[in-house]
């Protein structure tokens, strides 16, 4: 299980330097959508970080179709407006509670 990071360049830098080699970037909307669409279809990814603000950018489907998926699992850093909780991601990927 890989880990993929979808963003603009000065996002997914940080996770370039940390070692994770699945870095897309994407300018604009419609990349970031398009290469969210090929991480998903990624069979070796078990986790997907987008910056928070950037899942607000797309489509009502899109949105839908990664807030539900298990795997892999999607996290979203920074601001969470109207989704899950990281701790229920965790929760739902795993199976169990970690924090009890």
Same mark, same amino acid.
């Given at each position: 299980?890989?880990?993929?990071?979808?963003?603009?360049?000065?996002?997914?830098?940080?996770?370039?330097?940390?070692?994770?080699?699945?870095?897309?970037?994407?300018?604009?909307?419609?990349?970031?959508?398009?290469?969210?669409?090929?991480?998903?279809?990624?069979?070796?990814?078990?986790?997907?970080? $987008?910056?928070?603000?950037?899942?607000?950018? $797309?489509?009502?489907?899109?949105?839908?179709?990664?807030?539900?998926?298990?795997?892999?699992?999607?996290?979203?850093?920074?601001?969470?407006?109207?989704?899950?909780?990281?701790?229920?991601?965790?929760?739902?990927?795993?199976?169990?509670?970690?924090?009890?």
């Amino acid at each position: 299980m890989e880990i993929a990071v979808v963003g603009n360049s000065e996002f997914i830098l940080g996770f370039r330097l940390a070692g994770i080699q699945k870095t897309y970037a994407a300018d604009t909307d419609e990349a970031f959508a398009d290469q969210v669409t090929k991480v998903l279809g990624d069979k070796d990814v078990g986790i997907i970080v $987008l910056k928070g603000e950037d899942m607000q950018k $797309l489509s009502f489907r899109l949105r839908t179709t990664l807030s539900e998926s298990v795997k892999p699992t999607v996290i979203t850093i920074g601001e969470e407006t109207g989704g899950i909780s990281m701790r229920e991601r965790i929760k739902r990927s795993v199976g169990v509670d970690l924090w009890k």
